[in-house]
């Protein structure tokens, strides 16, 4: 018998499941940077904003880009009010001169690997100096989350980002190293039905969903799954992210 599909609202789930797990990541790199009233943030890859919310609360202005229209949606509906605040549907590209440029805090949270030169084109925009901060996987040993993504990996030929991804993104667009970080971000769940719904919205999985059968990725998933799923039914899974800063 084929298996009920768990309900799968990408843009959704992102927001309300899956997000939130890179929390400690975004703290982390606003600490060491000292985000805060006087700082002007561009957010690429933003998703439905809550990394830009958390840098709203410490008093900075805050612009937005991503590719995803429900998900740029979301994060519009998330903004304070007044400040300035922007959400730009478009790629990097188009952040360019929003809000008057001269950002000062430069991040890619999400989808470094496919910054590309799109990345020299918006530090253009960027203060002298700005803080250009991209992130990705720690050492897979660290992220009991790889051997999910292996699921993947095994049906479409795609792997997560390399470690060594985020020197050559830098690398590629003429910024200076500037100093690295590593976060732990585990991956906590209510049950195996929210991981499924949240891992799914990552858009990791979506070419193997498309490649074939989606009650086969999500079977597969699950399996992957059990050994994070806790006597009471929880989800737990330990990892570790890595960001590194770069100067323009």
């Known amino acids: 018998m084929t298996p009920t599909l768990v309900p799968h609202h990408p843009a959704r789930d992102w927001a309300e499941i899956q997000e939130r797990m890179l929390v400690p990541l975004y703290e982390a790199v606003y600490d060491r940077l000292g985000v805060g009233p006087r700082s002007r943030v561009l957010g690429l890859g933003c ?43 478009g790629g990097p590209s188009d952040a360019g001169d929003v809000a008057g440029g001269a950002f000062d805090v430069i ?12 990345l020299v084109a918006v530090t253009r925009s960027a203060q002298p ?30 792997s997560p980002s390399r470690r060594d991804d985020l020197e050559e993104v ?19 769940y209510a049950n195996p039905d929210s ?21 086969q990725v999500e079977k597969e998933i699950r399996e992957a799954l059990e050994p994070y799923v806790r006597p009471d039914g929880t989800v737990w899974m330990p990892n570790v992210f890595r960001y590194l800063i770069a100067r323009t």
């Open 47 to 89: 998703g439905s904003g809550l990394a830009l919310l958390m840098a709203c609360a410490r008093g900075a202005r805050v612009t937005g880009v991503d590719r995803d229209h429900a998900r740029v949606e979301l994060a519009r509906e998330r903004m304070p009010e007044g400040g300035g605040h922007t959400v730009v549907e």
């Open 107 to 118: 991040t890619a949270f999400h989808g470094t690997a496919e910054l590309g030169p799109d």
């Open 129 to 158: 100096g700005a803080a250009v901060v991209v992130a990705g996987w720690g050492p897979p040993e660290r992220c009991a989350t790889a051997s999910v993504l292996r699921v993947a990996a095994r049906l479409t030929g795609w």
């Open 170 to 188: 830098v690398a590629r667009a003429g910024l200076r190293p500037d100093g690295s970080g590593r976060v732990s971000c585990p991956f906590g």
């Open 195 to 215: 991981a499924v719904r949240g891992l799914l919205s990552t858009g990791d999985f979506d070419a193997a969903i498309h490649a074939t059968d989606p009650s």
